[in-house]
């Protein structure tokens, strides 16, 4: 008899996995190596030989290596395309989409949540502002949302009373953003990395600009492209404004990389009498805390700097876990999860039609186009206005940024890229897109009654 047709309860009894290896199976629970490969050989396809002649490689030549031209089939069209399924790019989504517009979302990775989850960022900094004596929460609409949704949720947020700044679980969040963007009906393309843009072959009658008209995303079967009538890069990099030649500024900001460590509830300070150094900050779940890195200021979009980073940032981490262990009390502290993601804080902002200054934000400088409200670190200064400008390149039509690349002058960046002011402009940009396809304008040229109209019925704060 061939063992592929030994019955697979015997199988496992000679391996001696008995009826109770055999009983999980049946629901799904047996070990993996219970299930030998060739046991279950007959379920698999047999498969599609390809001779490797629809192969388009690039050839080595002119002094370097030439990618050859090719048709990129079109695998969807869509009214507003939101690439980056980080905060700010989940929230301009899940607004477009409630909008009315038929939405899609392209991320690179297979989950949402951009740094707040994939690079272990949970701390949710600056969505308080100060009115008077009075605190006021400037994060309201699609990402306070979120938060109430997270506290539904076990283990999903702490730290939500009136004035602080709350920790959410990456994992909690990662989940209800798949509720809150299926709930939308938005179309997914995850595990697509977008790699350039598409421009029409037309400038815009209206202002000799090149038109944006959709993106090329990389996937395991090819480039393929989908079109759309408004594109929104939350990629945080400008990975999709930058090849569609909008003018930006490339900056170098801190590299770190967070990570969490479990079973700080069995620690024993009082046994050595002295507080181990990395420690982090508490969340939602008990025992486990995470550590923010800084890290070196360099190019965040090189990847020889990101792959010399990922190396020393993780041997720095396990020699920091492995001090906490051997200091008195914390020797069952262990390293649970480093971020899957590097944590890239700052690379290229766009030069907007306006830019967000610091000065005038401390001042309360007013916007004709405001679109939201950010906050800062604690909470102890005015709301600053968000103008539309900062969203809208000065010079390429039918895409805005949103997240951590809108324009401002570098001493912005600080507060401009904490998530709930990445919310925040995300909710701008994805209300924005929807007015501008409802109406079949230019980005630049929407209605901006309409869009804070449409901000204030998905209940965002505008500061009134
Ligand atoms: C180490 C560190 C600590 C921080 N600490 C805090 C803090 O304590 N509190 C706070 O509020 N903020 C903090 N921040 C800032 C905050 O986390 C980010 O600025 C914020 O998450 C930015 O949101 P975003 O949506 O603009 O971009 P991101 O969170 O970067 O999301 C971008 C998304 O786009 C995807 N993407 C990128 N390129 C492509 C592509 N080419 N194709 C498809 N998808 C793509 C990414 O995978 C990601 O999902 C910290 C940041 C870092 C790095």
Not at 145 to 171: H, S, Y
Not at 399 to 416: C, Y
Request: proline share 5%; hydrophobic share 40%; aromatic share 6%.
């Amino acid at each position: 008899m061939f063992l592929s047709e030994l019955n697979r309860r015997d199988w496992l009894k000679s391996l001696g996995l008995g009826a109770s290896a055999a009983a999980l199976g049946a629901v799904g629970l047996a070990p993996r190596d219970a299930a030998a490969d060739f046991v279950t050989q007959k379920d698999k396809t047999t498969g599609k030989l390809l001779d490797g002649s629809q192969a388009v490689p690039c050839k080595l030549g002119e002094g370097g290596v030439v990618r050859p031209s090719a048709v990129v089939p079109t695998i969807s069209e869509t009214d507003v395309l939101v690439v980056g399924g980080g905060p700010a790019g989940c929230v301009a989504a899940i607004s477009a989409a409630r909008a009315g517009a038929k939405t899609t979302l392209v991320e690179r990775y297979g989950h949402f949540g951009g740094l707040a989850t994939g690079g272990l960022v949970v701390h949710i900094l600056g969505h308080w502002t100060k009115e008077g004596d009075k605190k006021v929460q400037a994060t309201q609409g699609i990402g306070e949302e979120m938060m109430k949704r997270l506290e539904d949720l076990p283990q999903g947020i702490v730290n939500r009373e009136f004035g602080r700044n709350p920790t959410l679980d990456a994992e909690a969040y990662k989940y209800l953003l798949v509720e809150m963007i299926t709930e939308a009906n938005i179309e997914v393309f995850l595990h697509s990395w977008a790699i350039d843009a598409i421009i029409d072959d037309e400038p815009s009658p209206e202002t000799g600009n090149p038109v944006v008209r959709g993106v090329v995303i990389q996937t395991k079967l090819g480039p393929k492209a989908i079109l759309a009538k408004q594109v929104i890069d939350a990629t945080g990099d400008g990975d999709v404004f930058v090849p569609a030649g909008a003018a930006h500024t490339q900056r170098m900001y801190n590299i770190g990389l967070p990570y969490r460590i479990g079973n700080l509830d069995r620690a024993k300070p009082e046994k050595g009498g002295k507080r181990a150094r990395f420690l982090g900050d508490v969340t939602p779940v008990p025992g486990v805390r995470w550590v923010n890195m800084t890290g070196p200021s360099l190019d965040g979009v090189d990847v020889k700097v990101l792959s010399e980073l990922e190396l020393k940032h993780r041997k720095q981490i396990w020699k920091q876990v492995q001090e906490t262990r051997s200091t008195p009390g914390y020797e069952d502290v262990y390293l649970m999860e480093t971020a899957p993601q590097i944590g890239v804080r700052v690379t290229r902002v766009i030069e907007g039609v306006a830019t967000l200054k610091l000065d005038e934000a401390r001042a309360g400088k007013k916007f004709d186009d405001c679109v939201g409200i950010g906050g800062a670190w604690h909470g102890d200064h005015i709301g600053w206005q968000i103008p539309f400008g900062a969203l809208v390149p000065k010079n390429v039509e039918n895409i805005l940024t949103a997240g951590r690349s809108i324009s401002g002058e570098p001493l912005m960046s600080d507060v401009i890229r904490v998530i709930p002011n990445c919310w925040v402009s995300g909710h701008a940009a994805g209300a924005a897109a929807a007015v501008a396809v409802q109406d079949g304008t230019l980005a630049r040229a929407v209605s901006i009654p309409k869009v804070r109209a449409l901000l204030k019925e998905q209940k965002a704060y505008l500061g009134e």
